[in-house]
C-alpha cells in the first residue's frame, strides 16, 4: 500500500487518532510501506490535479514579511543586489577573471544569497546579536569582490543596522519656534533638545562642534549647531552638512559625501535620505542651504534651496520644512548627525556617540471627542492582579492615566497615556513592546450587530446593544485594525495604522486613517479603551497577550482566582467615580473550568461597557 498525501490527509482530516493508529499498523508490517521517490509517484499516479491557486508565503507566516519590507531588509537586497550586478559582469565575460576566481565569487555570492541572513534584520525577529550577523552578511559580499580582485567598495563598511541612538543631554520639552537669524537667544531655544559634544574648557584643537539643539513645531525641524570658535575663523572650503533619515525612503545613504574617501570612511550610522549642505566660507556670499535626496545606488539629486538658514559668531540655525522631507506623518522616527567638512574632508560629527532621532510631532492639530480621565493604581484589573516579577515590568506602565479619541484632518486617533514608563526593552518597531493596547469600535448601536466578545484571549464581553464593529490592536509585532465579518468573526482590514510612542509623555498614539472606517460621524460612535501585557508567546488561541495565573512569575500576571475564564484586561479607560467600576465589571461572571475556551459565549466572561462622547 501507498500513503500518499490525498489519502493521509482524509486519514487526518476524519480523525487524527485514526490516521496515527492506521499509519502505526502499516509500519509493522514487513514491507507495508513504499517508499518512491517524487517522478516514481507521478508514473504510477499520472492524473494529479492542477493547482489553481498558488498562495505566497513560507512556514512561518503566510507572506515574505520575515525577509522583506522594513528598510533594514530593503537596504539589504540593495547591496545583495549591487554585489550581483558587479559579479554578472564576470559571469557574461565582461570583466576578466579566472575559473577558480568565479567559483570562489560564486560561493561566496550563494551563500549571501541565503535567507537567514534576511531573518534577523528589521524589528520582526531577534537573534540576540542582530550586528554579528550583519556584519557576517557583509563580510561574505566583500568576500565577492575580493575572490574576482575587485576593490571592496566603502559603502559595505557601512553597518545595515543602524547605530544605537545616544541619550540626548536634554529631551525636546515640546513644540517652539526660534527665529533663524543666527542669534540664538536663550529663551527661544528653552524647550529644545541638546546634544553637548567637546568643547569649552575642554576643547581640543581638532574640535569643531561644541553642541547641537534640535526641536520642531508642527511645520518645520529646527537644528542648531554650535562651534567651538567662530564658524568665519575655520576658514575657506567649510562645509556643513546635516543628514536626515525618513523611515520608508526609496534610496538611503550611508556614507557623507566625502566619507567614502577616509580610510576608515565616515559611516553616518543609518540610511540617509537627504542631504542638507551649508557652505560656511567667507567667501560663499551668504547662507545658502541645499536639500538634496538620496540617489539609486549612491550620490545625491534633485538638489532644493532651503530658505530658512543663518549663521554668525560660534551658531548655525536651520529650519528644515516637514513637507520637503516627503510622506512623513506623524509619528515617524526621523534620524539625522551633522557633519563638519573642510575642502573635501570631514573634520567632526555630531552627535559623535552615534545619530540624533525624533519622534515626529502632531503635525495636524487633533480635534477630541472622547477624553477619559482613568483612576490612579487601578493597574490590577479585578482588583486583584499584580504585575509580572521581571524588571522590564517598572510600576505603574499598565497604569492608565488618560484617554483620548479624536480626530485629525485624515485620521481617527486614540491616545493612552500611562502614569508609569512606555519603554520598548526588545526592540519593536512601533516602540511598543511591554504593553498591548486595544480599541473598541461600536458604530451603529444595533443589537445583533458586531460581536459582543473582544479579541481571542482578553476573556470579556460587550452587552448585545454595544457589540463592537471595528477592533484596533496595537502591539509591537502584529497590530492591526480589524471588523467583524458575516460569521462575527474579526477580519483584518486593509488599512495601515500608525503607532507613535512618546517615552517623554508617557503616551502612545494610535492613528487610524478615516477611510478605514465607514461613514459616519465618529462623535455618534462607542468606544472602549484596554489595556493588556503583550506576550511573544501566548496560550493556545490567545493573540499575543500575557497570562494571568494564582501566583505572580517572571513573565506571568499574578492574582488570578482557580478558574480558566477569567479576563486578562489589567486596565480599562473608566473614568473615575463612574458605576459600575471597573473592577466590579471584571470580577463580575461565572467561574468555569472549560479549557477550550471556544466553546463558551459572551455571557460566559467578564460584561465590559462602552463610553460615547
Same mark, same amino acid.
Given at each position: 500500500?501507498?500513503?500518499?498525501?490525498?489519502?493521509?490527509?482524509?486519514?487526518?482530516?476524519?480523525?487524527?487518532?485514526?490516521?496515527?493508529?492506521?499509519?502505526?499498523?502499516?509500519?509493522?508490517?514487513?514491507?507495508?510501506?513504499?517508499?518512491?521517490?517524487?517522478?516514481?509517484?507521478?508514473?504510477?499516479?499520472?492524473?494529479?490535479?492542477?493547482?489553481?491557486?498558488?498562495?505566497?508565503?513560507?512556514?512561518?507566516?503566510?507572506?515574505?514579511?520575515?525577509?522583506?519590507?522594513?528598510?533594514?531588509?530593503?537596504?539589504?537586497?540593495?547591496?545583495?543586489?549591487?554585489?550581483?550586478?558587479?559579479?554578472?559582469?564576470?559571469?557574461?565575460?565582461?570583466?576578466?577573471?579566472?575559473?577558480?576566481?568565479?567559483?570562489?565569487?560564486?560561493?561566496?555570492?550563494?551563500?549571501?544569497?541565503?535567507?537567514?541572513?534576511?531573518?534577523?534584520?528589521?524589528?520582526?525577529?531577534?537573534?540576540?546579536?542582530?550586528?554579528?550577523?550583519?556584519?557576517?552578511?557583509?563580510?561574505?559580499?566583500?568576500?565577492?569582490?575580493?575572490?574576482?580582485?575587485?576593490?571592496?567598495?566603502?559603502?559595505?563598511?557601512?553597518?545595515?543596522?543602524?547605530?544605537?541612538?545616544?541619550?540626548?543631554?536634554?529631551?525636546?520639552?515640546?513644540?517652539?519656534?526660534?527665529?533663524?537669524?543666527?542669534?540664538?537667544?536663550?529663551?527661544?531655544?528653552?524647550?529644545?533638545?541638546?546634544?553637548?559634544?567637546?568643547?569649552?574648557?575642554?576643547?581640543?584643537?581638532?574640535?569643531?562642534?561644541?553642541?547641537?539643539?534640535?526641536?520642531?513645531?508642527?511645520?518645520?525641524?529646527?537644528?542648531?549647531?554650535?562651534?567651538?570658535?567662530?564658524?568665519?575663523?575655520?576658514?575657506?572650503?567649510?562645509?556643513?552638512?546635516?543628514?536626515?533619515?525618513?523611515?520608508?525612503?526609496?534610496?538611503?545613504?550611508?556614507?557623507?559625501?566625502?566619507?567614502?574617501?577616509?580610510?576608515?570612511?565616515?559611516?553616518?550610522?543609518?540610511?540617509?535620505?537627504?542631504?542638507?549642505?551649508?557652505?560656511?566660507?567667507?567667501?560663499?556670499?551668504?547662507?545658502?542651504?541645499?536639500?538634496?535626496?538620496?540617489?539609486?545606488?549612491?550620490?545625491?539629486?534633485?538638489?532644493?534651496?532651503?530658505?530658512?538658514?543663518?549663521?554668525?559668531?560660534?551658531?548655525?540655525?536651520?529650519?528644515?520644512?516637514?513637507?520637503?522631507?516627503?510622506?512623513?506623518?506623524?509619528?515617524?522616527?526621523?534620524?539625522?548627525?551633522?557633519?563638519?567638512?573642510?575642502?573635501?574632508?570631514?573634520?567632526?560629527?555630531?552627535?559623535?556617540?552615534?545619530?540624533?532621532?525624533?519622534?515626529?510631532?502632531?503635525?495636524?492639530?487633533?480635534?477630541?471627542?472622547?477624553?477619559?480621565?482613568?483612576?490612579?493604581?487601578?493597574?490590577?484589573?479585578?482588583?486583584?492582579?499584580?504585575?509580572?516579577?521581571?524588571?522590564?515590568?517598572?510600576?505603574?506602565?499598565?497604569?492608565?492615566?488618560?484617554?483620548?479619541?479624536?480626530?485629525?484632518?485624515?485620521?481617527? !486617533?486614540? #491616545?493612552?497615556?500611562?502614569?508609569?514608563? *512606555?519603554?520598548?526593552?526588545? @526592540? %519593536? $518597531? =512601533?516602540? &511598543?513592546? !511591554?504593553? #498591548?493596547?486595544?480599541?473598541?469600535?461600536? *458604530?451603529?448601536?444595533?443589537? @445583533? %450587530? $458586531? =460581536?459582543? &466578545?473582544?479579541?481571542?484571549?482578553?476573556?470579556?464581553?460587550?452587552?448585545?446593544?454595544?457589540?463592537?464593529?471595528?477592533?484596533?490592536?496595537?502591539?509591537?509585532?502584529?497590530?492591526?485594525?480589524?471588523?467583524?465579518?458575516?460569521?462575527?468573526?474579526?477580519?483584518?482590514?486593509?488599512?495601515?495604522?500608525?503607532?507613535?510612542?512618546?517615552?517623554?509623555?508617557?503616551?502612545?498614539?494610535?492613528?487610524?486613517?478615516?477611510?478605514?472606517?465607514?461613514?459616519?460621524?465618529?462623535?455618534?460612535?462607542?468606544?472602549?479603551?484596554?489595556?493588556?501585557?503583550?506576550?511573544?508567546?501566548?496560550?493556545?488561541?490567545?493573540?499575543?497577550?500575557?497570562?494571568?495565573?494564582?501566583?505572580?512569575?517572571?513573565?506571568?500576571?499574578?492574582?488570578?482566582?482557580?478558574?480558566?475564564?477569567?479576563?486578562?484586561?489589567?486596565?480599562?479607560?473608566?473614568?473615575?467615580?463612574?458605576?459600575?467600576?471597573?473592577?466590579?465589571?471584571?470580577?463580575?461572571?461565572?467561574?468555569?473550568?472549560?479549557?477550550?475556551?471556544?466553546?463558551?459565549?459572551?455571557?460566559?466572561?467578564?460584561?465590559?461597557?462602552?463610553?460615547?462622547?
Amino acid at each position: 500500500m501507498i500513503l500518499d498525501g490525498e489519502n493521509a490527509w482524509q486519514y487526518y482530516e476524519n480523525d487524527g487518532k485514526e490516521f496515527l493508529h492506521e499509519l502505526y499498523r502499516l509500519l509493522s508490517e514487513d514491507e507495508a510501506i513504499q517508499t518512491v521517490t517524487p517522478s516514481e509517484y507521478l508514473e504510477m499516479y499520472p492524473e494529479q490535479r492542477d493547482i489553481e491557486n498558488l498562495w505566497a508565503g513560507c512556514w512561518f507566516t503566510p507572506d515574505f514579511s520575515t525577509w522583506i519590507g522594513e528598510d533594514e531588509e530593503n537596504l539589504g537586497w540593495e547591496c545583495l543586489r549591487r554585489t550581483r550586478k558587479m559579479l554578472d559582469g564576470y559571469l557574461k565575460g565582461e570583466q576578466d577573471a579566472t575559473e577558480e576566481q568565479i567559483a570562489a565569487a560564486l560561493d561566496a555570492m550563494y551563500a549571501a544569497e541565503g535567507s537567514d541572513w534576511f531573518w534577523w534584520y528589521g524589528a520582526d525577529q531577534d537573534s540576540g546579536d542582530d550586528p554579528a550577523f550583519d556584519l557576517m552578511y557583509r563580510q561574505t559580499l566583500m568576500d565577492v569582490y575580493r575572490a574576482v580582485g575587485e576593490e571592496v567598495p566603502a559603502w559595505l563598511s557601512v553597518p545595515i543596522i543602524p547605530k544605537t541612538s545616544p541619550l540626548p543631554a536634554r529631551e525636546v520639552q515640546g513644540f517652539f519656534t526660534p527665529a533663524v537669524d543666527g542669534v540664538a537667544g536663550e529663551e527661544e531655544w528653552a524647550a529644545a533638545g541638546s546634544y553637548r559634544e567637546m568643547g569649552g574648557a575642554m576643547a581640543r584643537a581638532e574640535d569643531v562642534v561644541e553642541a547641537l539643539y534640535y526641536g520642531y513645531d508642527q511645520k518645520h525641524l529646527y537644528l542648531r549647531l554650535e562651534g567651538v570658535r567662530q564658524w568665519i575663523e575655520l576658514g575657506e572650503g567649510l562645509e556643513v552638512f546635516f543628514y536626515l533619515g525618513v523611515v520608508g525612503a526609496p534610496n538611503v545613504n550611508g556614507l557623507s559625501r566625502y566619507g567614502e574617501h577616509k580610510k576608515p570612511p565616515t559611516a553616518l550610522g543609518f540610511g540617509a535620505s537627504h542631504e542638507v549642505i551649508i557652505p560656511l566660507s567667507p567667501s560663499s556670499g551668504g547662507e545658502v542651504a541645499t536639500l538634496s535626496t538620496a540617489a539609486k545606488g549612491g550620490g545625491w539629486e534633485y538638489p532644493q534651496p532651503l530658505e530658512e538658514v543663518a549663521f554668525s559668531g560660534t551658531t548655525l540655525e536651520l529650519a528644515v520644512p516637514f513637507e520637503a522631507l516627503g510622506g512623513l506623518s506623524t509619528g515617524d522616527r526621523l534620524t539625522f548627525v551633522a557633519v563638519v567638512s573642510q575642502q573635501g574632508r570631514d573634520l567632526d560629527v555630531a552627535p559623535s556617540a552615534g545619530p540624533a532621532r525624533v519622534v515626529v510631532p502632531e503635525l495636524h492639530p487633533i480635534t477630541a471627542l472622547l477624553t477619559v480621565d482613568d483612576p490612579m493604581g487601578d493597574d490590577h484589573g479585578p482588583g486583584s492582579y499584580t504585575y509580572p516579577t521581571d524588571g522590564v515590568f517598572d510600576p505603574g506602565c499598565f497604569d492608565l492615566e488618560q484617554f483620548v479619541v479624536g480626530t485629525d484632518e485624515e485620521n481617527l !486617533v486614540f #491616545a493612552f497615556t500611562f502614569v508609569g514608563p *512606555v519603554n520598548n526593552p526588545w @526592540g %519593536s $518597531g =512601533s516602540g &511598543l513592546a !511591554v504593553q #498591548a493596547l486595544d480599541v473598541y469600535v461600536d *458604530v451603529d448601536h444595533q443589537p @445583533g %450587530s $458586531g =460581536s459582543r &466578545l473582544l479579541l481571542p484571549g482578553r476573556n470579556a464581553a460587550l452587552p448585545e446593544d454595544r457589540a463592537w464593529d471595528y477592533a484596533v490592536w496595537a502591539e509591537g509585532w502584529t497590530p492591526g485594525v480589524y471588523r467583524v465579518d458575516e460569521a462575527g468573526q474579526p477580519k483584518p482590514v486593509g488599512t495601515e495604522m500608525k503607532i507613535a510612542v512618546d517615552p517623554l509623555a508617557r503616551k502612545v498614539t494610535i492613528r487610524v486613517p478615516r477611510n478605514g472606517f465607514p461613514e459616519g460621524n465618529p462623535a455618534d460612535w462607542g468606544y472602549l479603551g484596554v489595556v493588556l501585557g503583550q506576550e511573544g508567546f501566548p496560550a493556545m488561541g490567545v493573540w499575543r497577550v500575557r497570562d494571568v495565573e494564582k501566583q505572580a512569575a517572571q513573565w506571568r500576571f499574578g492574582g488570578a482566582p482557580e478558574d480558566t475564564n477569567h479576563t486578562r484586561i489589567i486596565d480599562l479607560a473608566w473614568p473615575n467615580g463612574a458605576t459600575p467600576t471597573q473592577e466590579d465589571m471584571l470580577s463580575i461572571y461565572s467561574p468555569s473550568q472549560e479549557t477550550d475556551m471556544g466553546s463558551l459565549g459572551p455571557d460566559d466572561f467578564a460584561q465590559v461597557g462602552m463610553l460615547q462622547p
